[in-house]
């Protein structure tokens, strides 16, 4: 093998999401060994009252726990910059042999002399009823991962450079086509009429140690500053704002029906959706798909990865002050249950893998049970459920959650339960 071949595994292998490379002994995985907890109630405001009402929640405590996630968390990022444009640089109508409408989009920043571009890759189906809902997700491997289909641009990749050790830009190579194209299930999303729209998120900022410099976040900065303020938004959240820019675009696709869109990602590109929706209300549906800790899964049940493990491997995706949680979860005036009910009354997918232990299915289970007396109070149907369902049954109505067999992965099971789910919300929004 070359080192450059070598390299580019070692990449892949990066992105697989295990704990595998944690050097650390005391990963929980027993039951019995899970401290006990007690969760902040979201439901009482930080004056001590409680939240009796909807008005209440919307005007006073919706506020109140994003404004904790912009400071603890993920860090407060730019409302959407005035230098902001949309190149259609091709729409081909008959692509995929002719089932999709293939639109290729660059999404240019300005700021000052720098310019950060991010390329959007969009299938509508040909001959559906415009506009078309559509999903929109970030991609770990780049857009013509997505699909063999030769007419996607090819974008950039990070790699190693095996002599100087330095993470650099390439062309991705003609074999990376398709490469991930499991994952996306592009023929059933068309089949059920729905578009996707996908984003390589290291356009956005790429995913290491140092890569700050080369992504959005730097054209933020205040004159004279090189690093980031405590809470400054960090990689996830800059991830997060992404999003938020591909549907500022959407809006403007008169093809596309942006009231109903939903936003979704895979591990981290999970956490990433999650507070894209948390912020973002454009955002119709919200799927976490195995999003794990500083995601959906409940911080303070210490099973599986734990903050210390994220602030330590992954400084770059949070902010400076949420280090302070290492070790220290029942400090934290949140959990990931009072981020999920950021996004209601909007809709909630939640999804884990039985093998994704260092996810903590539970955990993520927990979340969105937990989320449920706020999705209640705004009038809609939270998980009744508080034991977890058996393998491969789904729970839950305008908040659902899944436990499939098998590893972390983005799977056909997966998809088909967030495309029913799509049907079920969207076809009742039709109505
Ligand atoms: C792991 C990380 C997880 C998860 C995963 C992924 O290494 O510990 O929090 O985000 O990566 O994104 O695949």
Redesign the pocket.
Known sequence: MTPRAASLLLCAAA????DAGVQNVDVIYDEARVPKYSLPDPLVLKSGERVRDAKTWTSRRRPEILEIYRTEVYGRSPERPAQLAFDVNSVETQALGGRAVRKQITISVAAGTDTLKMKVLIYLPTGAKKPVPLFLALSFLGNQAVSADPGIALGDQWVRDAVTNEMVKQHAPEASRGSSAQQWQLDQILLHGYGLATIFYGDIEPDFVGGMKYGVRPLFFKPGQTEPAPDDWGAIAAWSWGLSRAMDYIETDHDIDATRVAVMGH???G?AALWAGAQDTRFSIVISNES???GAAISRRLYG?RTK??NT??PHWFDGNFGQYSGHEDRMPFDSHMLLALIAPRALYVASAEEDR??DPRGEFLGAVNAGPVYELLGEKAITADTMPGLHQPVGHTVMYHVRAGK?DLTAYDWEQYLKFADMRWSRKAD
């Open positions: 992105l697989m999401g295990s591990s981290r590109l956490k794990g800790e500083g990865e493990n994220l491997r992954f260092w996810s972390h």
